[in-house]
């Protein structure tokens, strides 16, 4: 069975940084994609970044220059390094790691991320 957990998350101002970890459990296969969403209050979960076990990354335009995604393979651990935060970045932030072989999302159970003006 697969667990993430997520930690990291707090309460920071505009513009300041955090860094948020998600460390997965169990088996999630040699080929897989790590990647960090989010969802804010009253919207849909959406997408930030993606990382595959090779280290190819995606980002989601309003990512893009402030986040980075980064991932320790040894650890079964991905980071989401967040700079010059906007109140706009506040919501729950989730973990998920699909497994490709098998085609299963496996999700953390958040943790949330507060910017305040």
């Known amino acids: 069975q697969v667990q993430l957990v997520e930690s990291g998350g707090g309460l920071v101002q505009a513009g300041g940084s955090l860094r948020l970890s998600c460390a997965a459990s169990?088996?999630?296969?040699?080929?897989?994609?790590m990647g960090w969403y989010r969802q804010a209050p009253g919207k849909q979960r959406e997408l930030v970044t993606t990382?595959?076990?090779?280290?190819?990354?995606n980002y989601a335009d309003s990512a893009k220059g402030r986040f980075t995604i980064s991932r320790d393979n040894a650890k079964n651990t991905v980071y989401l390094q967040m700079n010059n935060l906007k109140p706009e970045d506040t919501a729950v932030y989730y973990c998920?790691?699909?497994?490709?072989?098998?085609?299963?999302?496996?999700w953390g159970k958040g943790t949330l991320v507060t910017v305040s003006s």
């Open positions: 998920k790691v699909r497994r490709i072989a098998y085609a299963m999302d496996y």
């Open positions: 169990g088996d999630i296969g040699s080929f897989n994609v």
């Open positions: 990382i595959t076990s090779s280290g190819i990354t």
